[in-house]
């Protein structure tokens, strides 16, 4: 019997740890979305405002939220002892498993059709969205595609030919200043291409966001081993508190 209570507290005690993790992961989370809000990721204004809403900063806020209440119930579900909390608590988590799962497999079936649409939708910015020369630029989609050019060494989204359709110089062959070899004033208005980048920032964008895959991988599998491991917790402490109200319900 004491055997029993030792394993007992010991899951609870698990159980708790994991939930403190849980919570706090959620926390971050929280915390990281309203910083990314704040402060854009430096590719985040060159997609269209149709895409922004399910950009990664929402995802994450929502998760971060999701991972947050979870844990909350969770905690107080084992302090006061209610099965029902407890046995919701593992339907919620399995829930947010069960996504992540089909994320990760859509993310890994589908890259050439997600690959498409970012293409797509960073070509739309190009062609109705990017301002006129001289006007103001109130969502600074001017000054990122200028930053990340610069950085990246690229010159449109699959080439330089991108910016022929360009919303601020209809029909007119140039490309922004920051596309050239040798940046210098107008030089994006030359008739000679050789002296712009050849390549796209399409490629180089998700070149950099590979580069993050492995953190980004062994992250999802610490948050899958805590998530597994609460499911596990709950389920045994929800029997044992089921058997306890049997044999407390035997005695009257």
């Known amino acids: 019997m004491g055997g029993r209570c030792s394993l007992t507290g010991c ?6 740890v994991f939930n403190a993790l849980f919570w706090l992961l959620g926390c971050a989370l929280i915390g990281m979305g309203v910083w990314l809000h704040i402060n ?30 979870i844990g909350f119930m969770g905690c107080y579900g084992i302090l006061i002892e209610n099965r029902c909390m407890l046995i919701t608590y593992f339907l919620f988590v399995l829930f947010v498993f069960a996504l992540e799962v089909i994320a990760a497999l859509i993310g890994v079936c589908y890259q050439d059709e997600l690959k498409i649409l970012m293409k797509d939708e960073l070509q739309y910015g190009i062609r109705a969205v990017y301002p006129i020369p001289g006007v103001d ?40 200043d920051t596309c050239c070899l040798d940046i210098s004033k107008n030089c994006g208005k030359s008739k000679d291409p050789n002296k712009w980048q ?40 929800y029997s044992h508190l089921k058997k306890q109200l049997k044999r407390v319900t035997r005695r009257k």
């Open 11 to 16: 899951v609870k005690l698990t159980f708790t």
């Open 40 to 69: 854009k990721g430096p590719y985040v204004d060159v997609l269209a405002p149709g895409f922004n809403w399910l950009s990664a900063t929402a995802l994450i806020l929502t998760t971060g939220i999701l991972c947050v209440l």
């Open 137 to 176: 630029d109130p969502s600074g989609l001017r000054a990122t595609w200028d930053g990340m050019q610069s950085a990246l060494q690229c010159c449109g989204v699959t080439n330089y030919t991108d910016w022929f359709t360009c919303n601020g110089w209809k029909k007119q062959n140039w490309v922004p």
């Open 198 to 237: 050849s390549k796209g920032c399409l490629e180089e964008i998700l070149y950099v966001m590979q580069q993050q895959y492995y953190v980004l991988g062994v992250v999802a599998i610490v948050f899958a081993v805590i998530q597994i491991m609460c499911m596990v917790a709950s389920l045994v402490l």
